[in-house]
């Protein structure tokens, strides 16, 4: 498993640290984030589990995806968590016994799937598994397309926050605020057994996350008409630019499956067209989230406004202005590395709270990503480092304060050894 010259990988002690950290949470089918905090399988986590496996060992990276594809509803999302059988109830809230639906939960997460299965298969894990993959891909991209388009335009809404993967962003404090949580059943929150409160969202926050994951539990998780119930529904630029990128990456697996492509290149235009025209909040000058409840854009300077650089149509002079910002002392610490969540600038940043304001290992990578991909080769670089530097000081955490790089969160966190293991590897 740990690298050696002659195997090509590189041996530096952070890679080994990385290797030894997705070992150690791997259950036997699949990774779990953390074995404290998170001990089942999450849905963007495996795609970017599955990233990091694809350096060490391609068969389990194939094994990542397919488990959690394994847990795929018949209408085609994918859970944001299957739930491992043998982990006891309360070690994680809400659990099986809430979603009440077999061992997963009933909300979805950021489509990176598609994106995941082509890396995974560049690096050995063999045709039959593009194969295998492909059809429940592009369920997933069905899925999303028939049941999530609230506005008939292309996009795809979120019904919770937590379908965002950026769960307590400040950019869901408004849609969240109008939210009633009063009729919300009593529960206990299973996070703090295992993380500081400090780091972790508040309790009213809790209350509505609750609340909305029972409401659509309630409705046994039909979406039908969106827009006349979901107390929540907001059409977030990450999870969009994700989906465009996913159907990109679509394509890519058809074309080497003998499938046809065209569906998928119509879908990406399609998305691509609706995230320039109605993502794009013109008074701010700036990608927002749109908020189907309120009908207006969310204003907040959120990380989630930087992402439309995966979309590798973007125009030239919108990847200018993404990528000034992304480097503007908005999200960038002069004396710190990385980008941070939230804008640093504002009056409610928090550099150590879950999602409202430190460094992230996965929305570095991501951003990196879409910065290569436009030619901008020296921004992704400064943020791959970024990465590291954060990793050397704070070890493998879930998320970081990126003036200091101390760790936050969940220690040896899956993602960040994955996301770590793939820069190293480049
Ligand atoms: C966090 O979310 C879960 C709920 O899904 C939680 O706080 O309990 C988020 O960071 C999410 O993006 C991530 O997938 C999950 C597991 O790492 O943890």
Same mark, same amino acid.
């Given at each position: 498993?740990?690298?050696?010259?002659?195997?090509?990988?590189?041996?530096?002690?952070?890679?080994?640290?990385?290797?030894?950290?997705?070992?150690?949470?791997?259950?036997?089918?699949?990774?779990?984030?953390?074995?404290?905090?998170?001990?089942?399988?999450?849905?963007?986590?495996?795609?970017?589990?599955?990233?990091?496996?694809?350096?060490?060992?391609?068969?389990?990276?194939?094994?990542?995806?397919?488990?959690?594809?394994?847990?795929?509803?018949?209408?085609?999302?994918?859970?944001?968590?299957?739930?491992?059988?043998?982990?006891?109830?309360?070690?994680?809230?809400?659990?099986?016994?809430?979603?009440?639906?077999?061992?997963?939960?009933?909300?979805?997460?950021?489509?990176?799937?598609?994106?995941?299965?082509? *890396?995974?298969?560049?690096?050995?894990?063999?045709?039959?598994?593009?194969?295998?993959?492909?059809?429940?891909?592009?369920?997933?991209?069905?899925?999303?397309?028939?049941?999530?388009?609230?506005?008939?335009?292309?996009?795809?809404?979120?019904?919770?926050?937590?379908?965002?993967?950026?769960?307590?962003?400040?950019?869901?404090? *408004?849609?969240?605020?109008?939210?009633?949580?009063?009729?919300?059943?009593?529960?206990?929150?299973?996070?703090?057994?295992?993380?500081?409160?400090?780091?972790?969202?508040?309790?009213?926050?809790?209350?509505?996350?609750?609340?909305?994951?029972?409401?659509?539990?309630?409705?046994?998780?039909?979406?039908?008409?969106?827009?006349?119930?979901?107390?929540?529904?907001?059409?977030?630029?990450?999870?969009?630019?994700?989906?465009?990128?996913?159907?990109?990456?679509?394509?890519?697996?058809?074309?080497?499956?003998?499938?046809?492509?065209?569906?998928?290149?119509?879908?990406?235009?399609?998305?691509?067209?609706?995230?320039?025209?109605?993502?794009?909040?013109? *008074?701010?000058?700036?990608?927002?989230?749109?908020?189907?409840?309120?009908?207006?854009?969310?204003?907040?300077?959120?990380?989630?406004?930087?992402?439309?650089?995966?979309?590798?149509?973007?125009?030239? *002079?919108?990847?200018?202005?993404?990528?000034?910002?992304?480097?503007?002392?908005?999200?960038?610490?002069?004396?710190?590395?990385?980008?941070?969540?939230?804008?640093?600038?504002?009056?409610?940043?928090?550099?150590?709270?879950?999602?409202?304001?430190?460094?992230?290992?996965?929305?570095?990578?991501?951003?990196?990503?879409?910065?290569?991909?436009?030619?901008?080769?020296?921004?992704?670089?400064?943020?791959?480092?970024?990465?590291?530097?954060?990793?050397?000081?704070?070890?493998?955490?879930?998320?970081?304060?990126?003036?200091?790089?101390?760790?936050?969160?969940?220690?040896?966190?899956?993602?960040?050894?994955?996301?770590?293991?793939?820069?190293?590897?480049?």
């Amino acid at each position: 498993m740990t690298g050696s010259p002659s195997s090509g990988h590189p041996v530096t002690p952070l890679a080994d640290a990385a290797r030894a950290i997705l070992a150690a949470n791997w259950t036997g089918r699949s990774t779990v984030p953390s074995r404290t905090l998170y001990p089942h399988q999450w849905s963007w986590d495996a795609a970017f589990n599955a990233i990091g496996w694809s350096h060490v060992d391609p068969a389990r990276a194939a094994q990542e995806l397919e488990s959690l594809l394994g847990a795929q509803w018949d209408d085609g999302r994918i859970p944001h968590i299957a739930f491992h059988a043998g982990v006891p109830e309360e070690a994680y809230f809400p659990g099986p016994a809430f979603w009440r639906h077999g061992a997963t939960s009933g909300i979805t997460q950021p489509p990176v799937h598609p994106v995941a299965a082509l *890396e995974v298969a560049r690096r050995g894990a063999g045709p039959a598994f593009l194969e295998r993959v492909y059809p429940r891909l592009a369920a997933q991209h069905d899925y999303l397309a028939r049941s999530r388009d609230a506005r008939g335009a292309g996009l795809a809404a979120i019904v919770h926050p937590w379908e965002s993967g950026l769960d307590n962003a400040p950019a869901w404090d *408004e849609p969240l605020a109008a939210v009633d949580a009063s009729g919300v059943s009593p529960y206990r929150r299973r996070d703090l057994d295992h993380a500081d409160p400090a780091d972790r969202p508040s309790d009213a926050a809790y209350d509505r996350y609750v609340l909305l994951a029972e409401r659509y539990r309630e409705r046994g998780y039909e979406d039908g008409d969106l827009r006349a119930w979901s107390p929540f529904l907001v059409e977030d630029p990450l999870f969009n630019a994700l989906y465009l990128a996913g159907a990109h990456a679509l394509a890519e697996i058809a074309a080497r499956v003998g499938a046809d492509p065209a569906p998928h290149r119509a879908a990406a235009e399609r998305i691509h067209a609706a995230l320039v025209d109605r993502l794009w909040d013109e *008074e701010h000058g700036r990608f927002a989230p749109y908020d189907l409840v309120a009908e207006r854009f969310v204003d907040r300077r959120s990380i989630v406004s930087l992402a439309p650089l995966l979309d590798p149509d973007l125009p030239a *002079e919108r990847v200018d202005r993404l990528a000034s910002e992304l480097a503007s002392e908005h999200f960038w610490d002069p004396d710190g590395a990385g980008v941070t969540s939230y804008d640093r600038l504002a009056g409610d940043f928090e550099p150590r709270r879950y999602w409202r304001g430190p460094a992230w290992a996965n929305t570095n990578w991501l951003l990196a990503r879409g910065l290569r991909a436009h030619g901008r080769g020296d921004l992704a670089a400064r943020l791959d480092e970024a990465t590291l530097w954060l990793v050397e000081r704070g070890g493998f955490c879930e998320y970081f304060d990126a003036r200091t790089g101390e760790g936050h969160g969940s220690r040896d966190f899956s993602w960040t050894a994955a996301l770590v293991l793939d820069i190293l590897e480049r």
